[in-house]
C-alpha cells in the first residue's frame, strides 16, 4: 500500500534559516554581572559529561516504521538513549507515531534528508542547488514545525555528500554532520570535511565485514574498547526488518547488554547524537565566568554558539576551600555555590554590582 504523503516544506519558505541565540535581551544583565570576572575561580569543563572518560553514540538511519517500534522497547529495555536519523518520507508517513517517541524522550529524531538520495557528484542533480535545499534545509523545517526539533545537525544519507552540499550545509547553519567513514571520532573534532571533523564525523557499522578472521562480536568489542578517551558512533539500520546491515532484535539486545556491561565498567558517557555534540561544542565555545562574593561562590558559562538549543547540561569541576568539587549546570545561566550548594540564579539577579 502506498501511504499519500504531504509536502509541507514549501510553507514559508525563507532560504536561510532562523538564526537561534541562547543569550536573549533579557540576559543582558548576567553578562553585565559576569563581565569583570572572567574565571577566577578556576572553574574546568569536564571533557565528557559528568566525567566519564568517553561517548558511546547509537544512531539508527532512516526512521523506519517497524524498526522503530523495535528501537523503542529496546530503549527502555536497557535504558539507553538513543537516535533515529529519519527521512522525512519515512517521517511524514507516521508522523503521530514520531510524535509520540519525541514525547517519550528516550530516542531523538535527527535529520537524514527528505528523500533519501545518494548526493554525491554522480547524482543526477549534482550541481542543483536548489535539490540539495530541499533535500536538507526542507527536511530541516519540516521536523522544526511539525515535530518541534531545533537543532541543526544532519546525517548523510548513503553516507555521501558533495561540495554543493556542503555549501548548503554550511549555509544552513548546521553544526554537525555524521558521514559513513569507518573509525572513532577524538572529544575535540575541528571545523572541516576531512574524516573524524565536525562535517564528517566517523562511524562504525553494525553489520560491517569483520577483518582478519574475526567474528562480528570480536570486532563490536574491540571498537568498544576504542570508545575510550574517545566518541564512538555505531551506525545502526534496521531491526528485524531486512534491508541494509538489519539485525535480529535478539543480537541487538546482545549488543547493548555489551554496551552497556563496557560502559559501566569503563565509566563511558551513553548519549543521544545532539546530546554529545552540544556538550562538546558548547565546550568548545564557552567563556567561563566564576568569582567570590561574601562567602558565596558565582559560575556562568556563557556560549554564543548558535544551531543548538542549549539544553545539554555541563560538568565543572572546581577547587574551592581546598574541597574538589564537581557540578552539572546549564550554559547561559548563572549559578550560586552557597556551602557546596549550588543552586540556579534567576535572570533578575541583583547582587552587589562589582
Ligand atoms: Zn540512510
Redesign the pocket.
Known sequence: MKSVILDYSFQNLSKKNPVHRDIKKTDALLLKKCANHVNELAISIAQVFDNKSGIITIIS??GEYVTSNKLRLLSKEHNIPMTV?G?IINVAANIDHWKTIIEEGNIELVN?SYN?YRMDDDWKYASDEDRYIHEIIHAEIFLRNQLGINDKVF?C??NAINNLGYKVITDGGIVAVRRGERGVNSLSPTDGTTPGDWFNLKCYGIMDQPKYLKTRKEMRAQWLKSSIGNWLIEMW?NVDVDG?QSISYREAQNHLDEILNFANSNNLWISKFTDAVKYLRTKENTVIYSWKEEHKYYVALICKFEGLELTQEMTINCLLEGVQLTYNILPNKLYCIENRRIVKVDNNYSGNEV
Open positions: 538511519d532512516d536519523a527521512t537524514h533519501h546525517v544519507p548513503e539500520h541494509y
